[in-house]
């Protein structure tokens, strides 16, 4: 190839190329937005993780339920058992006679029985209401003095501890020894700190700015996107794409990050025999956090297909075609659902304020995209009608019939017990059908220009669009 051909090849290409305004705005909001995501994710984490009562029990609750957990903790509550009540002079009380001298051995014994026994006691729902409990109850603190709603405990003092003293003498209650803890175990043992009093200020700068940070960051989000599309006038398709990627990538890297994070504070921070216990806690503990992402990778699989629906792709302008029909002659009927389905929405995320919020402004932008891709379709397809559905059941037919007729020709051809006469009959019934008239050209260039002026009059054309629409169609007709 000559490099005047590249030449001319090139300005060709420069000439039919579609003008993008705002593009380089566009690819920055299209960056901010996959950037403001993964911060979104991990912030929306922390915030419901941190300040929702119900979601800090739930999560607590599954950490409990995994196996390394509970064999850790069971380890943990029978070792707190034994070192404060006397096992063996409790059996020497108990055993008669000369056995009393088998009582160390006896004691042995039963811390053997008492690991197994604690870990089944952890699987019973009235222990894992107690764990539940003790960690809601920790949490509420934590959070009344973030807000500065504690009475009791300040920055000037006091701490934050999950206090699992409760959960031993329930465990002791299964190996009938829950009186002697009730009365040997102090109310100081099973006491695990969260937060001290030195850290108890910085905790409350930190959670306050997640606090407001998880808001904002989404709602941000959400405003890029809109103004993304909006500014992208002639390849909004492409916008919408590559906004999809970017959230898709955003909500991978956070899985990325969930797993190599865990990996070292796990490895970094744990003892080696309670490190698999670590690495389950963290896992349940992040599940919230895998939960969004994911959340997050199928909405951007939603906005793909929104992309292949408003493309310029082949398949996408027959499924606008047939959308047009019920978009163009019954727009109440079809937001009317559009609402509905909008209203459950809103209600799936009405138990909490900021989840409320975001799926309110969700709506908001999906309703605004709904009216302006009816608009579309009413410039795209001004005579759009129920002869575009016959239209696609007639190509689907020619499909098929296409398909028919390339078949291998060596098959067979099934006969269903038809004869001879009655195939003659359907060729003569067939040939006898009359052909449906075609519409006469002065009738569909007036059927067009009323449904202009219906369409303007209804504002969904302005007066310069219908101006516009009107003079293209005189010059078709000319």
């Given at each position: 190839?000559?490099?005047?051909?590249?030449?001319?090849?090139?300005?060709?290409?420069?000439?039919?190329?579609?003008?993008?305004?705002?593009?380089?705005?566009?690819?920055?909001?299209?960056?901010?937005?996959?950037?403001?995501?993964?911060?979104?994710?991990?912030?929306?984490?922390?915030?419901?993780?941190l300040f929702d009562t119900?979601?800090?029990?739930?999560?607590?609750?599954?950490?409990?339920?995994e196996p390394e957990v509970q064999k850790a903790l069971a380890t943990y509550a029978v070792d707190e058992l034994y070192a404060n009540v006397d096992v063996e002079a409790e059996l020497k009380k108990i055993l008669p006679g000369d056995t009393k001298d088998l009582s160390g051995v006896a004691a042995g014994a039963l811390r053997s029985v008492a690991d197994q026994g604690a870990q089944q006691a952890l699987g019973n729902q009235q222990i894992q209401d107690l764990w539940r409990q003790a960690n809601e109850t920790a949490q509420k603190t934590l959070v009344d003095i973030i807000e500065n709603r504690s009475d009791v405990v300040d920055t000037g003092g006091g701490e934050v501890t999950l206090e699992l003293r409760p959960l031993i003498i329930e465990?002791?209650?299964?190996?009938?020894?829950?009186?002697?803890?009730?009365?040997?175990?102090?109310?100081?043992?099973?006491?695990i700190e969260i937060v001290n009093s030195d850290e108890l200020s910085t905790v409350q700068t930190v959670a306050s700015a997640i606090h407001g940070t998880a808001l904002i960051t989404?709602?941000?989000?959400?405003?890029?996107?809109?103004?993304?599309?909006?500014?992208?006038p002639g390849y909004r398709w492409l916008t919408v794409l590559w906004l999809a990627v970017a959230l898709m990538l955003a909500a991978l890297i956070v899985l990325i990050l969930r797993s190599s994070i865990g990996s070292v504070v796990v490895s970094g921070l744990?003892?080696?025999?309670?490190?698999?216990?670590?690495?389950?806690?963290?896992?349940?503990?992040?599940?919230?956090?895998?939960?969004?992402?994911?959340?997050?990778?199928?909405?951007?699989?939603g906005m793909i297909a929104i992309a292949w629906l408003i493309s310029p792709n082949g398949a996408a302008d027959s499924t606008r075609k047939l959308l047009a029909v019920p978009f163009g002659r019954y727009p109440g009927a079809v937001f009317s659902l559009l609402g509905v389905v909008g209203l459950i929405y809103l209600i799936a995320g009405a138990g909490d304020q900021r989840t409320f919020l975001v799926h309110l402004m969700i709506v908001v932008l999906l309703g605004i995209g709904a009216w302006f891709f009816r608009r579309q379709l009413m410039l795209e397809y001004p005579d759009a009608d129920f002869a575009q559905i016959s239209d696609f059941g007639d190509r689907v037919r020619a499909g098929a019939g296409k398909a028919w007729a390339s078949r291998p020709k060596n098959l067979p051809k099934p006969s269903f017990g038809r004869s001879a006469k009655s195939k003659g009959a359907d060729q003569e019934t067939t040939a006898v059908l009359p052909k449906v008239a075609e519409q006469d050209p002065e009738d569909a260039r007036l059927d067009r220009l009323e449904r202009l002026a219906s369409m303007h009059k209804s504002g969904v054309l302005t007066d310069q669009e219908y101006a516009e629409e009107k003079a293209r169609l005189r010059r078709q007709d000319g």
């Open positions: 190839m000559t490099e005047e051909t590249k030449t001319e090849r090139k300005a060709v290409s420069e000439a039919v190329a579609p003008e993008r305004p705002n593009r380089g705005w566009v690819r920055l909001m299209v960056v901010l937005a996959g950037l403001i995501t993964v911060l979104a994710i991990m912030s929306t984490w922390v915030d419901r993780q119900d979601e800090w029990g739930n999560t607590s609750l599954k950490v409990l339920q465990i002791a209650n299964q190996i009938g020894l829950a009186q002697q803890a009730q009365d040997n175990v102090p109310e100081s043992v099973g006491n989404a709602f941000l989000v959400l405003l890029l996107i809109g103004l993304a599309v909006y500014l992208s744990a003892d080696p025999d309670i490190e698999p216990a670590a690495r389950a806690g963290y896992d349940a503990a992040t599940d919230l956090m895998k939960s969004i992402a994911w959340t997050v990778i199928w909405g951007a699989v």
